[in-house]
């Protein structure tokens, strides 16, 4: 009796186990790079950031973080919006990333929006990164007026 129900909770616990790794979407492989990427970029790790770079531009995107890293810190990305433009071929993503510069140490936040290409090998690249016109709103204190304003 024993027996039969270890066997029977193998079974399902390796059953369980296979069907982990399914298929994912083109949208929820996008959800995933978008927060990997930010993630990695935030906590300065550029070679991990780097893996969602096309092939053709990742070594100049390497050197320009590195050199980069001397001058500011980023301290959070809130993604914004993120939206199919062609589905399953090109999304633009909105995100505001509150940094500081290391000469000021004062808190700023810019709204960038970013284009990404779904390639060939049915993975998401950051093709496109540019900061948006739109200025970004100041966050107000619990007892009122505004931490920061950039713009």
Same mark, same amino acid.
């Given at each position: 009796?024993?027996? #039969?129900?270890?066997?029977? =909770?193998?079974?399902a616990?390796?059953?369980?186990?296979? +069907?982990?790794?399914?298929?994912?979407?083109? =949208?929820?492989k996008?959800?995933?790079?978008?927060?990997?990427? %930010?993630?990695?970029? #935030?906590w300065?790790?550029?070679?991990?950031?780097?893996? &969602?770079?096309?092939?053709d531009?990742?070594?100049?995107?390497?050197?320009?973080?590195?050199?980069?890293?001397?001058? &500011? #810190?980023i %301290?959070?990305?809130?993604?914004?919006?993120?939206?199919?433009?062609?589905?399953?071929?090109?999304?633009?993503?909105?995100? !505001?990333?509150?940094? =500081?510069?290391?000469?000021?140490?004062?808190?700023?936040?810019?709204?960038?929006?970013? =284009?990404?290409?779904? +390639?060939?090998?049915?993975?998401? &690249?950051?093709?496109?990164?540019? !900061?948006?016109?739109?200025?970004?709103?100041?966050?107000?204190?619990?007892? +009122?007026?505004?931490?920061?304003?950039?713009?």
């Open positions: 009796m024993r027996r #039969r129900l270890w066997l029977m =909770t193998l079974i616990l390796g059953g369980a186990a296979l +069907g982990c790794g399914g298929y994912m979407s083109p =949208t929820e996008l959800d995933l790079a978008v927060l990997r990427y %930010h993630d990695a970029l #935030r300065r790790q550029y070679e991990v950031a780097s893996t &969602f770079i096309p092939d531009k990742k070594k100049a995107y390497l050197e320009t973080r590195r050199a980069l890293d001397e001058d &500011f #810190r %301290h959070d990305v809130d993604v914004k919006e993120v939206r199919q433009v062609e589905a399953a071929k090109i999304a633009e993503v909105i995100i !505001e990333v509150a940094y =500081t510069e290391t000469s000021s140490n004062v808190l700023e936040r810019v709204k960038l929006m970013e =284009t990404w290409t779904y +390639g060939e090998d049915r993975n998401w &690249f950051l093709t496109k990164q540019e !900061e948006s016109k739109e200025k970004v709103k100041p966050k107000s204190k619990p007892g +009122g007026g505004a931490v920061w304003e950039k713009f």
